[in-house]
């Protein structure tokens, strides 16, 4: 399983093993969430919202995908 589909908060059982049925959001969802929350939030110099829901979600994605990408440089160095 690459970094992108390992749960962001995963729930353990007793044995502490993670729950395969119960793994909640991957780390791509959950970053990708994140930035999301940015994204929307911002604003034009007026104050006035102006994004598009396909082209915010698009980036949201996009700014994961760069995260994670990142984090992946970081590990074989």
């Known amino acids: 399983m690459n970094n992108s589909e390992q749960p ?21 969802e959950r970053f990708a969430m994140a930035a999301m ?9 007026n104050g006035k919202w102006f994004h598009e829901a396909g082209d915010v979600a698009y980036t949201a994605v996009q700014y994961a995908d760069a995260l994670l990408a990142e984090l992946a440089k970081e590990k074989s160095e």
């Open 8 to 28: 962001a908060s995963p729930i353990f059982n007793s044995d502490g093993e993670c729950n395969q049925f119960d793994r909640g959001l991957t780390k791509r």
């Open 37 to 45: 929350q940015g994204l929307v939030c911002a604003t034009d110099q």
